[in-house]
Nanobody, 117 residues
């Protein structure tokens, strides 16, 4: 089992920044990749960014956040981060952390991000 707990969400003005954190515990050694997703009201959950353990920790980003969001992690894979800059009102959503193992995909409970003046 893997447990994920997101934090760092909140209210921010357009153009502002936030850094989300995802605390990882449990069978961390089984994880081969992690990512961030979001879900706005009335919309499907959307992929934002991912990072893998293999291939030198390669990253991928959705076009909607490329150049504005940065995914990173600490060396022990205990914490995953999402640095979000130049935030827009359309970035308002619940943000979720995801971890993938060969057998399961795990999700955190989500953290609310609201971008509004």
């Amino acid at each position: 089992q893997v447990q994920l707990v997101e934090s760092g969400g909140g209210l921010v003005q357009p153009g502002g920044s936030l850094r989300l954190s995802c605390a990882v515990s449990g069978r961390i050694f089984t994880i081969y990749g992690m990512g961030w997703y979001r879900q706005a009201p009335g919309k499907q959950r959307e992929f934002l960014a991912s990072i893998t353990i293999t291939s030198g920790g390669g990253t991928k980003y959705a076009d909607s956040v490329k150049g504005r969001f940065t995914i990173s992690r600490d060396n022990a894979w205990n914490t995953l981060y999402l640095q979000m800059d130049s935030l827009k009102p359309e970035d308002t959503a619940v943000y979720y952390c995801n971890a993938r193992t060969p057998f399961n995909a795990y999700w955190g409970q989500g953290t609310q991000v609201t971008v509004s003046s």
